[in-house]
């Protein structure tokens, strides 16, 4: 076998590991056990290099575009094979009242959809709100936005205050929603209770937790709030956004064919 010739010198001269081992070993390059062990180890490089590289696995990106998807950022109503991206008063109503009906945190599931749709929270708000956000005395909750939106205190109503105490005295640890180790409730399991609701509730609709805070926005339009409160209300920083509701609210159209 030949020092520096053929794939078997090229092997060992670059392989620091191989000529660490055979100088331990007082192993000889004419010994019969060189020969076997550098066999070997050439036979190993051989089948590693007969497959090919491993791919690369694509970007988030480029899955987007394989799947159809991209730049479209969260699910279209299309997508989802919605009609609507919002729930009716009354399917609202309804989501409530099947969310406080089934598992064994009925009273803290009733409030989630409750509180989503009352202040137009989104998922990730709804999660992170906290017992000092919440005034009792003063009825009102503070409200803190994220996309950079506007912060705002909003009113509590009667029956959602009493329902907050009733919760207030069955939780521990700092945030309205906690699981029973007192953390904060996971997006994931939000999304999950309110589309058990919606089924159970018989809403014809795929419901999701941002379908309540568009509820929110389409109700308020049709009782024919001015655009620039809606606006405030859920912390909207361009109004363009807000539009989206008015322009679509059925009050424009009262009175037509009278």
Known sequence: MGSGGGTEGVFIEKNK????????????VNSPQFVYFVASEVAIMAKILAFPPPEKTPPKRELL????????????????GRTRSHLTPDEVDALTTAAGQVGRHRLRDRVIVLVAFRHALRVTELVN??????????????????????????????????LLRRLKR???????????RGGPLSRSTVNKLITRAGELAGIPLKVTPHMLRHSTGFYLANKDIPTRTIQAYLGHVSIQHTSAYTALSEGRFKNLFR
């Open 129 to 162: 709100l906290k017992w000092d956000q919440i005034d009792f005395r003063g009825a009102r909750m503070h409200v803190i936005r994220l996309k950079k939106g506007t912060p705002a205190t909003q009113p509590i109503e009667g029956d959602e205050l009493r």
């Open 65 to 80: 575009k394989v799947s159809g998807n991209a730049g479209k950022g969260r699910l279209s109503n299309h997508d989802y």
């Open 170 to 180: 069955e939780t521990e640890g700092a945030f309205v929603f906690a699981t029973e």
């Open 17 to 28: 590991r191989v000529k660490k081992y055979c100088a331990r070993a007082h192993i000889g």
